[in-house]
Nanobody
Framework: QVQLVESGGGLVQDGGSLRLSCAASGRTLNSYRLAWFRQAPGKERGFVAGLNWFGGLIDYTDSVKGRFTISNDNAKNSVILEMNSLTPEDTGVYYC???????????????WGQGIQVTVSS
């Protein structure tokens, strides 16, 4: 009932910036929590950032605090992840997810985008 499509990934040099967008469709997001996860090569999928579509409750994983910003664009029904000061440790496939609970684990989310590659070179 919720479709999520990520865009904005690519390759960037160490210290650079990228802006990821997740366009949502299918139903209203007013009661949902939206989050970004990422999966680096050889590692498990991990939480990056999340917010409630309505009401805030913004969370970040410690490694991205001060560098990444999550926000929503109500007019475009999208969630944005602005990433600054990127390092090779940020490399991975980034996924947009939607669920009904305040969670930082994958099993707390019911809907997922297809994922988009972010590569940070040294």
């Amino acid at each position: 009932q919720v479709q999520l499509v990520e865009s904005g990934g690519g390759l960037v040099q160490d210290g650079g910036s990228l802006r990821l967008s997740c366009a949502a469709s299918g139903r209203t997001l007013n009661s949902y929590r939206l989050a970004w996860f990422r999966q680096a090569p050889g590692k498990e999928r991990g939480f990056v950032a999340g917010l409630n579509w309505f009401g805030g409750l913004i969370d970040y994983t410690d490694s991205v605090k001060g560098r990444f910003t999550i926000s929503n664009d109500n007019a475009k029904n999208s969630v944005i992840l602005e990433m600054n000061s990127l390092t090779p440790e940020d490399t991975g496939v980034y996924y947009c997810a939607a669920g009904r609970r305040h969670s930082t684990t994958s099993n707390g989310y019911d809907y997922w985008g297809q994922g988009i590659q972010v590569t940070v070179s040294s």
